[in-house]
């Protein structure tokens, strides 16, 4: 077992200006992703993504991830059953914060690779 982190910073006012290109957000975002249009909430799970491929080592398609919130609200990161069988991954567990400007997201994962 091995554990990978990654982490990732988003200035908020840049995901809102790209929240008004729908193209952008098609390609990066699940519709149930953006049930809460905040950009800061956007910011989060964008952040969210980009630690997880960090964590990784690799950027992949946006949509094979996707992050939901728990009835508590605390978020988790699903993602698609062909990276989970390529990424050999037994757990993610993730956290998102967000302040003023900037949304931050922290990711641990648990995988099989040695
Ligand atoms: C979790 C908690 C510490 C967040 O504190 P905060 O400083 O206000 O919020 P931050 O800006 O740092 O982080 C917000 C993010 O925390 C995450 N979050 C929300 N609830 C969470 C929880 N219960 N556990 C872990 N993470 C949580 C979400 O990703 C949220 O982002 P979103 O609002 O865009 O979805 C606070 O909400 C808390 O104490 N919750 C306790 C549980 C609770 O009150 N549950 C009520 C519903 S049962």
Redesign the pocket.
Same mark, same amino acid.
């Given at each position: 077992m091995e554990i990978k982190t990654g982490v990732d910073i988003v200035y908020i006012p840049r995901i809102g200006k790209l929240m008004e290109n729908e193209g952008f957000i098609k390609k990066t975002f699940h519709a149930s992703e953006c049930r809460?249009y905040?950009a800061? #909430?956007i910011a989060?799970i964008f952040a969210a993504k980009e630690a997880f491929f960090k964590a990784i080592g690799k950027r992949s398609d946006w949509l094979k991830v996707e992050v939901k919130?728990k009835?508590?609200?605390?978020?988790m990161l699903i993602i698609s059953d062909e990276l989970n069988e390529t990424r050999r991954i037994e757990d993610i567990d993730l !956290?998102? !914060? #967000?302040?003023k400007d900037y949304a931050i997201a922290a990711i641990s994962i648990l995988t099989k690779n040695a």
């Open positions: 809460n905040k800061e #909430h989060g919130n009835k508590t609200g605390r978020p !956290s998102i !914060s #967000h302040d």
